[in-house]
């Protein structure tokens, strides 16, 4: 089995397959769910963050964040 890390779900209802079941199969590999989509989703109640805003207002500060976090890392 493949372990993962972390799973992002951007801007999808996650209702029609085969995109409906990655998050399922990511949580049970270990995965942290975080999930960006204005409207509810199945998968609300698992997900670790969960924003309820567009993603052109959350994606661009997170990869902003992510770099400056990664560049402590390195």
């Known amino acids: ?3 993962v890390d972390l799973f992002l779900v951007v801007c999808s ?3 029609v397959t ?3 079941d990655m998050p ?3 949580l049970r ?3 942290k769910l975080v999930i960006i989509n204005e409207g509810k989703t199945p998968f609300d109640r698992h997900a670790r963050l969960r924003f309820f805003e567009a ?4 994606l ?3 990869v902003e964040r992510l770099k400056v976090l990664m560049g402590k890392l390195s």
Not at 55 to 58: L, N, Q, S, T, W
């Open 1 to 3: 089995m493949t372990r």
């Open 13 to 15: 209802s996650l209702v």
């Open 18 to 20: 085969p995109a409906a």
């Open 24 to 26: 399922a199969e990511a």
């Open 29 to 31: 590999a270990g995965a």
């Open 55 to 58: 993603i052109g207002d959350v």
């Open 60 to 62: 661009p500060r997170t």
